[in-house]
């Protein structure tokens, strides 16, 4: 059975608390897409013009450390949230996104989807919501990372 659009966010996480009409709504600014293992998704620096819900596959975040090359950060997967960069200006990517097996996910025009949060602020303010959480979440494990990388202190 073929699930538009609508159906696909419906099913998401990110989507929970939206009612109908708004998922209508921001459904005109994603399309399904489609990626074979080692595609990139977008790359460090590029503008951030789109972002994705993951429906199936894993996803590499990673990021250019000199002297060490390409490292992978977090690896996101099924139901996990594609880029974050397209929420403040200077809407730029601050990791790139390998997949690491055939992934497919919902991808949305940002361009568009701000568009539509800056018409109807409630639809924005319930998206920046749902971003949170995620938000949240990768600071939380930057930290852990960091903690151990440098060591945490004794306390």
Not at 54 to 80: F, P, S, Y
Not at 100 to 124: E, Q, S
Not at 128 to 138: Q, S, T, V, Y
Request: glycine letters at 10%; aromatic letters at 10%; a neutral charge.
């Amino acid at each position: 059975m073929r699930r538009d659009i609508p159906d696909l966010l419906r099913s998401h996480d990110f989507t929970h608390g939206l009612d109908d009409d708004q998922l209508a709504f921001i459904a005109g600014c994603a399309r399904n897409f489609r990626f074979d293992q080692g595609d990139y998704l977008f790359r460090e620096g590029d503008a951030a013009d789109r972002f994705y819900l993951i429906r199936h596959g894993r996803v590499a975040l990673e990021m250019n450390i000199r002297g060490r090359g390409q490292v992978t950060v977090r690896t996101l997967q099924d139901d996990d949230i594609l880029g974050v960069s397209w929420l403040v200006p200077p809407h730029r990517s601050t990791f790139s996104a390998r997949a690491l097996t055939l992934t497919r996910a919902i991808g949305f025009d940002a361009v568009c989807l701000r568009g539509k949060c800056d018409a109807d602020h409630d639809l924005g303010y319930a998206l920046m919501m749902n971003f949170m959480p995620e938000l949240l979440g990768r600071l939380r494990s930057a930290r852990l990372q960091l903690a151990d990388v440098y060591g945490a202190p004794n306390g």
